[in-house]
């Protein structure tokens, strides 16, 4: 059985955890037979945005406390999840990747990523264990180890990200919701999902092939050990 670690940053797409994307990652490796753990930051959100309106209410909540309402409370503190104990690595996306794991959405192509997130992407590359990437991630996984692996990775086709990709090291392909770009030297496999305001089938179309990539590449490492 493939054991994956699930990274979420809250819950809901303007300053959590896009759900859909959390959602459907979380299928795809359980059809496929996947042992999935999930794991988020114990820090204050940066803010809280009122999903109805789009405006910052004036609150204060914990990520990891909001990651568990996808999770449906099984989930763990990210200082918990240790390399050594996955095959593979895969982040949903939603702005709070960009605003919890890190500070992309307000720095960009100067973002920092978590440390404690940064270790574990860096711990996962350096045992040649694969890691998926959904929506905004890509962009993230690129601020934490693009000065190291130089990654291959899409967020579609949104230049300003893109173009904070490629400052941040990585190189950016385009590509359609429905697909996914396969870096095979770094084993990172990425996908645009909701960066493409997209129908919900195509979004979910490129996740599950993030899925599969990601489970295959995992399964052939464990047969190569």
């Given at each position: 059985?493939?054991?994956?670690?699930?990274?979420?940053?809250?819950?809901?797409?303007?300053?959590?955890?896009?759900?859909?994307?959390?959602?459907?990652?979380?299928?795809?490796?359980?059809?496929?037979?996947?042992?999935?753990?999930?794991?988020?930051?114990?820090?204050?959100?940066?803010?809280?945005?009122?999903?109805?309106?789009?405006?910052?209410?004036?609150?204060?909540?914990?990520?990891?406390?909001?990651?568990?309402?996808?999770?449906?409370?099984?989930?763990?503190?990210?200082?918990?999840?240790?390399?050594?104990?996955?095959?593979?690595?895969?982040?949903?996306?939603?702005?709070?990747?960009?605003?919890?794991?890190?500070?992309?959405?307000?720095?960009?192509?100067?973002?920092?990523?978590?440390?404690?997130?940064?270790?574990?992407?860096?711990?996962?590359?350096?045992?040649?264990?694969?890691?998926?990437?959904?929506?905004?991630?890509?962009?993230?996984?690129?601020?934490?180890?693009?000065?190291?692996?130089?990654?291959?990775?899409?967020?579609?086709?949104?230049?300003?990200?893109?173009?904070?990709?490629?400052?941040?090291?990585?190189?950016?392909?385009?590509?359609?919701?429905?697909?996914?770009?396969s870096d095979e030297k770094n084993r990172i496999v990425t996908c645009s999902a909701y960066m493409r305001n997209d129908r919900l089938a195509s979004i979910a179309k490129g996740i599950e092939?993030?899925?599969?990539?990601?489970?295959?590449?995992?399964?052939?490492?464990?047969?190569?050990?």
């Amino acid at each position: 059985m493939t054991n994956v670690a699930v990274v979420l940053s809250g819950c809901g797409h303007l300053d959590g955890a896009e759900i859909r994307e959390s959602v459907l990652t979380l299928l795809y490796l359980d059809q496929r037979g996947a042992e999935v753990q999930c794991f988020a930051p114990d820090v204050p959100q940066k803010h809280v945005v009122n999903h109805l309106t789009g405006e910052e209410a004036v609150e204060q909540r914990n990520v990891l406390a909001e990651a568990a309402r996808i999770a449906r409370g099984n989930i763990k503190p990210l200082s918990e999840a240790k390399a050594d104990d996955f095959d593979a690595l895969i982040i949903p996306g939603g702005f709070g990747v960009a605003k919890n794991l890190s500070d992309l959405a307000f720095t960009g192509p100067k973002a920092t990523v978590l440390p404690e997130f940064k270790a574990l992407i860096e711990a996962f590359l350096e045992q040649k264990k694969p890691i998926g990437a959904i929506c905004i991630a890509p962009a993230v996984l690129t601020a934490a180890v693009g000065q190291i692996c130089k990654p291959l990775v899409t967020i579609g086709e949104d230049k300003a990200t893109a173009d904070a990709i490629q400052a941040l090291g990585g190189t950016h392909q385009s590509a359609p919701s429905d697909a996914c770009v396969s870096d095979e030297k770094n084993r990172i496999v990425t996908c645009s999902a909701y960066m493409r305001n997209d129908r919900l089938a195509s979004i979910a179309k490129g996740i599950e092939r993030v899925v599969e990539k990601v489970l295959n590449m995992a399964q052939a490492a464990r047969k190569a050990a």
